[in-house]
């Protein structure tokens, strides 16, 4: 079992910036892929980035890509993701979520095993 937090989320104006931590807990999540994706209220959970269990590899939803950012720190059993020129269209709980996969990442939530409860972000106009 993979227990995951995320924290990082909160209320920011138009062009600023903000960073979500994801922090696993049981097993390592050194080898598993991890996505981030955000839901608005009334919509689907949709897919926002995602790194290989390495880091070696990532992908971004069009949306964001360009502006925010994942990474990984394996010692730390943490992802982040950067936020960066944040829009309102960005407002949304945002989850993290984790699975086991032997290489690359996967986009689609039914792929993922083990999520965390959300962080709210925010962005004002």
């Known amino acids: 079992q993979v227990q995951l937090v995320e924290s990082g989320g909160g209320l920011v104006q138009t062009g600023g910036s903000l960073r979500l931590s994801c922090v696993a807990s049981?097993?390592?999540?050194?080898?598993?892929?991890v996505g981030w994706f955000r839901q608005a209220p009334g919509r689907e959970r949709d897919f926002v980035a995602a790194?290989?269990?390495?880091?070696?590899?990532?992908g971004y939803a069009r949306s964001v890509s360009g502006r925010f950012t994942i990474s990984r720190d394996n010692a730390k059993n943490t992802v982040y993701l950067q936020m960066n020129s944040l829009k309102p269209e960005d407002t949304a709980v945002y989850y993290c979520?984790?699975?086991?996969?032997?290489?690359?990442?996967?986009?689609?939530?039914?792929?993922?095993?083990?999520w965390g409860q959300g962080t709210q972000v925010t962005v004002s106009s």
């Open positions: 979520a984790a699975t086991y996969i032997s290489g690359g990442y996967a986009s689609k939530p039914l792929q993922y095993d083990y």
């Open positions: 049981g097993r390592t999540v050194s080898s598993y892929a």
């Open positions: 790194i290989s269990w390495s880091g070696g590899s990532t």
